[in-house]
């Protein structure tokens, strides 16, 4: 049975989110990824293959042990059924746009972070819906909610290849002819997206401010506890595997810093705006900036001690 919640129906909550503003949002994401694919180069690809232990446990850590054990710690705590499903999901997705960044603020290997970010984002094409679909259905107050709302794994395909993989690939292709013009358009790009990104993230939670003011509560503590437990299994991961110093620090990165803004774009395209999804990845949006940024400045500041 799921955690009681002051008899609250959770999952009758739907999130405002207008026709308008899911555009927006995946605009914001297109562009993000855009962004990210300007940094990417053939060399990157090459730098994993020639080092296919870091590849097997970032790629380990991120796709098959996160969604993994985000079902096993699903199944003990048995949060409410729309919670459970926004784990599930944030955990499917990929590792988020700002994990390159905090890598190279914690003095990790930022060359192996954007490495692995490449190839995260263009094996989650497969991946995301295959993990969704797959751990969801595993679990009944999950499987539940999939069956009413008759989610199609290709329509969920389609999506994330729109979002995700038309832009890598423009991007990778502007760098790859227009080297130096790919730094230029990323050097202003990359700020404006992500403020734009947080901004929609904002208007939504203003738009919902009394549902969101009269059930943060109920997911503040899930996201904060599922966040330190995603940056543990990277962590540990790369710890067993007997990685050195900078590459676990980017494992963590990694696994821990998730695209809850692919989340919510699925929420809102698939799920029409599910309360506790919508709720639960909201928060995990913010929240890991802030626990990203935290764990970079600690790591950062103890390595130049």
Known sequence: MPLNINNTQIDDIKINFDTEALWMLNLALAIIMFGIALDIKVDDFKRLINNPKILFVGLLSQFILLPFLTFVLVYIIKPYPSFALGMMLVAACPGGNVSNF????????????????A???????????????????????????????????????????????????????????????????????????????????????????????????????????????????????????????KDYKTITFETGIQNSGLGLLLIFSFFDGLGGMALLAAFWGIWDIFSGMTLATYWGRKNNK
């Not at 890598?103 to 692995?116: E, Y």
Request: charged letters at 10%.
């Open 102 to 117: 905090y890598s190279k603020m914690a003095n990790g290997n930022a060359a192996l972070s954007v490495s692995l970010t």
């Open 119 to 245: 190839c995260a984002t263009i094996i989650c094409l497969i991946m995301t819906p295959l993990n969704l679909e797959l751990w969801a259905s595993l679990y009944k107050p999950t499987n539940l909610i999939l069956k009413n709302v008759s989610l199609n794994p290709f329509d969920l395909f389609k999506l994330v290849l729109l979002i995700l993989g038309i832009p890598i690939v423009l991007g990778m292709f502007v760098n790859y002819f227009h080297p130096k013009m790919a730094k230029k358009i990323n050097t202003l790009l990359r700020p404006f997206s992500i403020f734009f990104f947080l901004l929609l993230i904002v208007i939504a939670l203003y738009d919902n401010a009394d549902i969101f003011n009269n059930h943060i509560h109920h997911v503040f503590f899930l996201v904060i506890f599922h966040n330190i437990y995603a940056f543990g299994i990277g962590y540990i991961t790369a710890k067993l595997f007997k990685l050195n110093k």
